[in-house]
Structures are given as structure tokens and as C-alpha cells.
């Protein structure tokens, strides 16, 4: 289940009926697909996502020095810049941006948010890193209804 979820709300048990438990995925088998960068969440969410999201610059670095692809996609479209932007990791976003992420990535298929669109959603717009991406010459445009 993704980490943004409240293990037991009503969403989380949404989640599960449509994605199924993963609970069948051994430890060992988790991590491997962890070394290897892989797809661990049924969602498409990637180790990589998972620290981008959570502002772990270490597992971050981790992730990419053993092969995660910065611009790799959830089901969604997000990929981690999206979620060190949601969630305001400025460090996260400095370090994904310098490793190739793609500033101005949109969600759902080229049909939604970029990060900076995201970011202002979730923290407004006098957020750090709001005020980053901006500094960054990053576009904010937002999903397409």
C-alpha cells in the first residue's frame, strides 16, 4: 500500500480492493526489487518514489547510485520529482534535478500536473520549494479536466 495511505482508512481499504494485497512478496523478494530500483507497490511506485516522497536525501542517492531511473512512472504518471514536490523536499528536488528529473514532467499521461503545479496545491504558494521551482524557471501547469 502506498505510504501516503492511513493503513486501515477508507481509502486505504479502496486502495486494496482494487490493488490487492501484496503481503504475498516475501522480505527478500521486497528488498531485491528495492536494490534493483524496481517496482515494489502495485501502483508502479518505485523505491526511488517512496524516498523522493518521504525526503530521505541518503535513500535517495542510494536509489539512483544503484540504477533507479529518475524518470521512472507510477501508474499515475508521478515520478519522483512529483513527490518531493508534493510533499516539499527542496533537497530531494535539488538532488533529483541534478541527476536528470524532468522539471516540468506532467502526471496522467502528459494530461496533468507538473511539479510546481503540484507543490502550490499542497503548500501554497509562499512554500520553500514553491518558490524554488520557481527559481528554477520550472512551468506550473495544471491538470487538464
Do not use: C
Not at 31 to 56: C, I, N, P, Y
Not at 58 to 73: N, T
Not at 100 to 110: E, L, P, S, V, Y
Not at 116 to 141: K, P, T, Y
Amino acid at each position: 500500500m502506498p505510504a501516503y495511505l492511513v493503513k486501515g482508512s477508507e481509502e486505504a481499504q479502496r486502495w486494496l480492493s482494487t490493488h490487492g494485497s501484496h503481503e504475498a512478496d516475501t522480505a527478500s523478494e521486497r528488498a531485491a526489487k528495492r536494490e534493483r530500483g524496481g517496482k515494489v507497490f502495485g501502483t508502479g511506485t518505485t523505491q526511488l518514489h517512496s524516498a523522493a516522497q518521504q525526503g530521505d536525501v541518503d535513500a535517495v542517492l542510494d536509489a539512483i547510485e544503484g540504477g533507479a531511473d529518475v524518470h521512472a512512472k507510477d501508474n499515475n504518471g508521478w515520478q519522483p520529482l512529483h513527490e518531493a514536490a508534493r510533499a516539499g523536499h527542496v533537497e530531494v528536488a535539488e538532488l533529483l534535478k541534478e541527476k536528470g528529473a524532468d522539471m516540468n514532467g506532467r502526471t496522467n499521461k502528459g494530461r496533468g500536473g507538473t511539479p510546481l503545479w503540484l507543490a502550490r496545491q499542497s503548500l501554497g504558494d509562499e512554500h520553500r520549494i514553491v518558490e524554488w521551482f520557481e527559481a528554477m524557471g520550472a512551468l506550473d501547469i495544471g491538470a487538464e479536466l
